[in-house]
């Protein structure tokens, strides 16, 4: 399906980097779910760059929703946001760039398209395109939180600084959704944003690892084969640009645990149940069992640095060197997470509509 | 979709641990597919409990092909692959069971089911069911073989015992696929079947990690977004029980480092493009580049113990402790390397004959 | 997605007329549904040959229920079943058959398969794979029973003979659904019989037209773009051999109305909207409107025929005649109205659970 | 999958007749492919309503495209199209219509999206979305054409005024395409335009039937479970609003033949197979046999007239009048014709990308 993803609810991205807009369809949202143009705006406003650590393209994503609205809630019928692209810098294209950027998709676009991708500014394969993908997981995500589901991210860890464990999850996560540079501990983004500034010194990036939290999702959700919860998530998740690995509950440091300490022992809380730990990440068998879900990404560092490298012209088929050039972002980590938060939010309306029908999220 | 998953490939999974058949439909694979008889139950053979560290339930694995072959080759048309189960000990449940087994799907399965479920032996969350998609794999990677892409998967990590790095990639992968039990060092064999027989001599399970690599694709196949490679792949494997994460080229290390450190220099070798190295794992932007394909899943210890646990009664929502009591795998890491590999081999299939068509695997 | 269709409910079909098993897979039935057997015999034997009037292959369609169904209910995983070829005559097939009958899927099957094939006695084009969907859509018909959605097909026209009109919905679909030849007025049952009888003596054979009633759908279910209920049901429809069109309410005759005459006056009945005329079908912009649906197929006559017939060979690229021989349906519209029964309740049973959830049905 | 329709090549459809745009993302075409604008604006034009049989409301379609096109060429990634709604009257709409229009969509809209929905205009049901169906269909016919394969649509009937019918396809189809009013015998084109207009001076509106061809088609595409061609056309065709019924080669007439007269004769034509009649309208067990393919829809006559009419306000639960008002189309069968070249563009191009790769419309 390929720029589509989702069953009941479908989120279907386009645009390119140096177009005119990029934009989401968000399709099978229940009917009368407000609009909440402040928090759209907010998680728009978490995705852009910020001072000196981000790249200058600096953009104000106003963005337009123009259809599955009317008078300030959800229709029920596909939702389409535009965010036209403002500041681009279409002059430096004019020729297209045959020297493939190295862990970019420049080579990659080119065996599947044959010299006819929009190759400027990454195209369609430009971090940019993720705007939309905060749109359209804004609407999801405030619909969820009328419901009682919450979803958090945190810089777990950026140019290997780490930031401190969750504890309470529901003040953590309302704390970080206020935050632009989403830490749990002050310090860590100090240290972070030094140690990002340093590598920028230097013409390099760094990456980071993206830790998201969700209460409140009833247990009972997902399907065993193949539908699995980590599997629906995943899916959304590896198609973030720079994600490298996504991993649940106590994730791969559960590969050096014995059973008898991974295993999560149950326990009544009043008539709920609980675990008292929670390696499983909140899923067993791919269903929700009603304990948070938890799941960490590996964010690589930024491919362009500004240092040379080297290369082939993938039309001469030669080796080349790649001089830095051009606009830089050196961590995107930051930035990345409330595209976490969003895609999350897309993945878990549409499973629980799935599992609840089309008028749930009401 | 559920129990279905893929695009121009499908493989359609169901059966139970105690019902009479799993089995699995696969369609829309080429026709004219050789279907080698001896592969299938070699691959089933390594995905069979072996000797002392693994569960005495012992079955033949003996399949059935019952549509889509004719004259020992594919016709076009769904595949479907039985397999009975034998050694069912059915007696033991004649009663639902409603204690919950921690870190199994007991409990996830009766918020969903109602108590309807199969509770017998897992049901169709028991890895057993992963027999059934090995046979389907097994197919589909003999074909990808015909066309020179190889697949091959090791335990690289087990009870905290490491397998050495891959080396030569075409020897190790052929090496690997003669094995029972797949490391490259031999030596990692006989350290890990200790750790995992001192581990089982406690009553208790092990875990560890699966890397894959394959090689051979071309470049060009895939999609940015939603159907990325990784998408794609990892939506399978994480439905394949006990995984618990995924990653790609250097994954989670790949937050760590720089940018300068993980991008991967370009250059020709003679005609062909490659990288000198491959912390991207044969992808770029959710496209395959040429390289080899290389990912870790993983897998945590087995969940049935032989030592008391706290858990619940979902039944009567009362606390209570499991006592421990039949079969036991005190790891199946060693076994679900070829799950992984099937499931590998489907995918591929299924994003190649989205690429080039429906008789390109032929 | 080929041999499978559905998204929340999903039927996945296998098999060839002469291999071991034909069968299908339905996947996402609600836990707790009564599994009938002796309901899906009835539907089983509406659709197996009756008398003179069809073909002398007699099989007993022993299908076993091989996964999914525990105690006599749905578990809620997949749902195999499995239906032997019993009375194979594969002796007559050890040579692929090159002279393409006339308006079979011969020459098409070449084209697709290549030679690969199995053309015994129509390999998987067979209608005899659609005993399976049969089965499968017993079960589904059973759960919409219980929730007071009922279907009822009669042959409104065979050989030119027609039926009478439906008169009382309730009471002609119970009646249809007791008899082996579904007709309202049973004098219509002779005349057709005699047509059919009066065409096989000449060697030829007839079609005819299948009307399909729904009653006791809710209003609301459906999509405006593109899974209207028509386009799904349409979808299904379609797939069953020898259907050549459909069409909803007034169908092909609303193109000479005019819209005075055409548009369905709306009024109250009770607190129930109803209209007064059902030209729409019991379908307004794709979405059940609570008036009952509606539809008609266009089945053609079998085109086994027992008269010589100009054909190719298309091996050998030459023109040749095909002297009849073998098995012979002089018409299978009346075995056919079951199998739309069937796929009528697969289709509706998807979507309300799209609409309403997965626990809906039980 | 709601608004998106197609496995390879997908259509996902938004927008409301009075919102802000209306629109269509076309994803998976080939790259390489050349955007004609005149060819896109020229079937824009022939869905526009024409001199007094059509509605006032008279629009420029000024259509842009947003995304996925470069130098005049598809790069390959999700092509944008947006139409602005430049004629919206919303006055009329401030207070939401509770009246439903008889065979309208407005009772089930309610049923559906509790009071929710976009009322004005039709809002998401309004033909008016057919507009951007359209604009993606004419990229994809465009493609097709580069490759031979050529559609046209005549109205064969309207007012029970027949056209004449198809004789030689290829320069009938090439005729068709050039006219506003898609008729063979401009002599019918009088007559039914005389006939709209006596229905339309009474207040009333008339239907009729399109009639598809298609030539130029491949042998062996299509899939014989489920995704037949018939299946896939209908599904899409179904969704056009005013659709009723759908039928192939002979549809309807073929259920009073025998099958000496039903079956099509097999021939060489020098080196190409084909049939001496075509009663399967080019599709054989849901494949193309190389001969043309060719169907028919029913439409209904605007539910839209000047007549008062018995109805219901679904909000008080009453029976009431509904007194004429607002635009008016006397007949919508000439404008739906381009709608339906569209639809089948969209399917084509999906099933024959599927069958040989995503390459093969370049």
Redesign the interface.
Known sequence: ?????G??V?V?????SH?????A?I??LA??IAIDHGYIAHMLTQRRPVGKISTPRQEKDAY?I???V?NG????????I?IPNENVQSGDYTQMQTV?R????D????????????ARGG???SGR?TAALVAAGAICRAALAHKGIYIGTHVK?CA?VPDREFLDLASDIQALNEKLFAVLDDSAQTAMQDAILA?AAE???????LETAVIGM???????????I???L???L??I?A??????????????????K???????DQ?R?V??TN???G????????MPIVFRT????????F?P????D?QA???TVLEPKGRHDPAI?HRARVVQDAATAIVLSDVLA???????L?
Chains 1, 2, 3, 4 share one sequence.
């Open positions: 399906m390929k720029n589509t993803f069953n009941s479908a279907t991205l386009f645009g390119e177009g005119e807009y990029i934009g369809v399709d099978g009917p009368g337009q123009v259809s599955g009317l809630k959800t229709t029920g019928t596909p939702i389409t535009l493939a190295p862990s970019h998709a080579y990659t676009a080119q065996c599947k398209y044959h010299g006819f991708q929009d195209g369609h394969f395109i860890k290997g590598a013409g390099d990036s760094v990456g980071g690892v009833p247990a009972g959700v997902g399907e065993p084969w193949f539908d699995t980590e599997s629906m995943s899916h959304i590896f198609a640009p994600v490298k690995g996504v991993e649940f509950g106590a994730g791969f440091s559960i590969a050096d645990m014995r059973g008898s991974a295993n999560d022992p149950l326990t009544m008539d149940v675990s008292t390696n499983s990440g899923i067993n068998g791919g269903i929700t069992n009603g590996a964010i690589k560092p930024t491919p362009t640095i240092k490298q080297n290369t082939i993938f088929l030669t080796r980590v799935m599992r609840y029908g089309t008028d749930w009401k």
